[in-house]
């Protein structure tokens, strides 16, 4: 393909991506957490649909960080912002606790994952599908005792404990306060990819929260009422929610076949190693419980076992 051939192509993607990127809000609708001074009777109350996470809600006059929709400009009210060059939106309530303390499941429900992610130390999700809502507890202890995904949980099971600020996805370095960000959506984990705006484990979005899915979790934690059917989940198009994961997914499996094609053709040594590998690390990466990662993966490994086999050949034929 000829430079300017695929200048002219970069340039068209470039404007289509830009065409289709949603307009991104100055603002969001926010509220500090609602009804939370009687969490602990919440908690007690065996009979209510949820329940707070931790044993009270508390907060130290050293943590101001961060409120449902609220932005990550830094601001007075504001005391652990962090600037960002892009911005951010909050899609969870931030309490404040110390480390160890213990972290109980809202409701009954399935772990559909427990394990390290990102800036959260420990993460934790759990599907509710007698209410159709995820909840996600982030920044817990990576080091101390947790239950493991895929486990089945009863509301008010211990499920784990606040981290340390050197493991709760801060450093010795960047110590972060030590406490739980908690998210609520409408909707099962499955029902979200792992890239893109839409992704399932997201804290920071730049859309409003609640145009997400993510719902305001302490007005959820107090309400008795749940919607007939359950918490009902934003409308949008397939390709509004799935298309960022889609298209990286695409790009990888579409480049995978080109590398093949062409290290098979041109006998090159090394490089039908690389396509299998690129498609069972999209598959992975990617690995979202939608079926077609999975077929990913199948196929990523069928490539790569034709690249091993180019590549022992002609490493007898060359040795
Ligand atoms: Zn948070």
């Given at each position: 393909m000829s430079s300017r051939r695929l200048l002219a192509s970069l340039g068209a993607l470039a404007l289509l991506l830009a065409a289709c990127s949603p307009?991104?809000?100055?603002?969001?609708?926010?509220?500090?957490?609602?009804?939370?001074?009687?969490?602990?009777?919440?908690?007690?109350?065996?009979?209510?649909?949820?329940?707070?996470p931790l044993g009270e809600f508390?907060?130290?006059?050293?943590?101001?960080?961060?409120?449902?929709?609220?932005?990550?400009?830094?601001?007075?009210?504001?005391?652990?912002?962090?600037?960002?060059?892009?911005?951010?939106?909050?899609?969870?309530?931030d309490y404040w606790g110390p480390?160890?303390?213990p972290v109980y499941a809202m409701a009954d429900g399935h772990m559909s994952f427990s394990g390290t992610a990102g800036g959260y130390g420990w993460?934790?999700?759990?599907?509710?599908?007698?209410?159709?809502?995820?909840?996600?507890?982030?920044?817990?202890?990576?080091?101390?005792?947790?239950?493991?995904?895929?486990?089945?949980?009863?509301?008010?099971?211990?499920?784990?404990?606040?981290?340390?600020s050197d493991e709760n996805g801060g450093s010795k370095e960047?110590?972060?306060?030590?406490?739980?960000?908690?998210?609520?959506?409408?909707?099962?984990?499955?029902?979200?990819?792992?890239?893109?705006?839409?992704?399932?484990?997201?804290?920071?979005?730049r859309l409003c929260p609640q145009d997400l899915g993510w719902l305001q979790p302490s007005l959820v934690i107090t309400s008795q009422e749940i919607p007939a059917g359950g918490y009902p989940?934003?409308?949008?198009?397939?390709?509004?929610?799935?298309?960022?994961?889609?298209?990286?997914?695409?790009?990888?499996?579409?480049?995978?076949v080109g590398l093949l094609i062409n290290g098979v053709r041109k006998k090159h040594r090394f490089l039908p190693l690389f396509p299998g590998i690129c498609a069972v690390a999209a598959g992975i990466v990617l690995h979202n419980r939608m079926k077609f990662t999975y077929a990913l993966i199948v196929v990523g490994i069928f490539i790569l076992a034709i690249g091993i086999y180019c590549f022992i050949r002609r490493s007898v034929q060359r040795g």
């Open positions: 307009q991104y809000p100055e603002s969001c609708p926010s509220s500090k957490p609602i009804g939370l001074a009687n969490a602990h009777e919440i908690a007690d109350d065996d009979n209510l649909p949820f329940r707070f508390a907060n130290d006059s050293t943590f101001l960080c961060c409120w449902f929709g609220v932005s990550n400009e830094c601001t007075p009210e504001i005391k652990d912002c962090y600037e960002y060059p892009v911005l951010l939106f909050h899609a969870a309530e480390a160890g303390t993460l934790i999700l759990i599907d509710h599908p007698q209410t159709n809502l995820y909840s996600l507890y982030g920044h817990l202890s990576p080091s101390r005792w947790r239950l493991e995904s895929g486990t089945e949980v009863k509301r008010g099971d211990l499920i784990a404990y606040l981290g340390d960047h110590p972060v306060q030590t406490h739980l960000h908690f998210g609520i959506r409408a909707g099962q984990t499955a029902d979200y990819p792992l890239k893109g705006e839409w992704r399932f484990m997201a804290g920071w979005v989940q934003p409308r949008v198009a397939f390709w509004t929610r799935w298309g960022f994961e889609l298209l990286i997914t695409s790009i990888l499996a579409v480049g995978a």
